[in-house]
């Protein structure tokens, strides 16, 4: 059984660009969910997508937007990158409404 | 609005003494309780859920909705609990999303 995986681990940006971050889900696994993580804190929750519509917003603006695919796979897009946006990003799958299994995470460091 | 409070960034205790991570919850409707942890270099992961009221690596956690409160207790402390522990909720009943608390970080000394 696969597990969840990110890509990329790593990455640096400018501010004012854009970044797309990947994730494969969890065999099975029909919902997403994205977290950013700033440093010292808790994961703080983005967005949810279930059957490939979103289903869950936490206080993030509208340049944090994402897709899920019909293999449930998954891509959280950020534009206008802002220096505050720097941070692990975190991708989950889950069963509905079932445990979380969290990727490894995606490194966004934006200069 | 849905809160998850974790005073303590940092807890040392020593090996085999007893722990109890502290955990206090605000939400209005009907909660699901967790305790994700993260061990050095590994990934998040699900320690235990209040629903299933199981003990995992001798952990429990028991909700107490008069208290607004989903502590972890270890009656003794091992080396390996050394790690990042975070309380969750899931907002039953509404978008199922699960918020996090800040974390607290379980030092055990020798």
């Known amino acids: 059984e696969t597990g969840v995986t990110q890509s990329p681990t790593h990455l640096i940006k400018t501010r004012g660009q854009q970044v797309t971050l990947r994730c494969s889900s969890q065999s099975g696994h029909n919902t997403v969910s994205w977290y950013q993580q700033a440093l010292g804190q808790g994961p703080q929750f983005i967005f949810q997508y279930y059957r490939e519509e979103e289903n869950g917003r936490g206080n993030f603006p509208p340049r944090f937007s994402g897709l899920q695919f019909p293999n449930y796979s998954s891509e959280l897009n950020v534009n206008a990158l802002e220096l505050d946006d720097s941070a692990l990003y975190l991708c989950?799958?889950?069963?509905?409404?079932?445990?979380?299994?969290f990727g490894e995470g995606s490194r966004l460091t934006v200069l | 609005a849905q809160r998850v409070t974790q005073p303590e960034k940092l807890l040392s205790v020593f090996k085999g003494a007893p722990v109890e991570l502290k955990c206090n919850y605000s939400y209005s409707g009907s909660p699901e309780l967790f305790w994700y942890v993260q061990y050095s270099r590994q990934r998040l992961q699900l320690l235990l859920r209040?629903?299933s009221r199981e003990s995992i690596k001798g952990f429990t956690a028991d909700l107490n909705k008069g208290e607004t409160s989903f502590h972890l207790k270890k009656p003794f402390a091992q080396e390996e609990d050394s790690a990042m522990y975070y309380c969750?909720?899931?907002?039953?009943?509404?978008?199922?999303?699960?918020?996090f608390g800040k974390g607290t970080r379980l030092h055990i000394l020798p």
């Open positions: 969750a909720l899931r907002r039953m009943n509404r978008d199922d999303k699960i918020i």
């Open positions: 209040h629903i």
């Open positions: 989950a799958s889950s069963p509905m409404a079932g445990e979380l299994f």
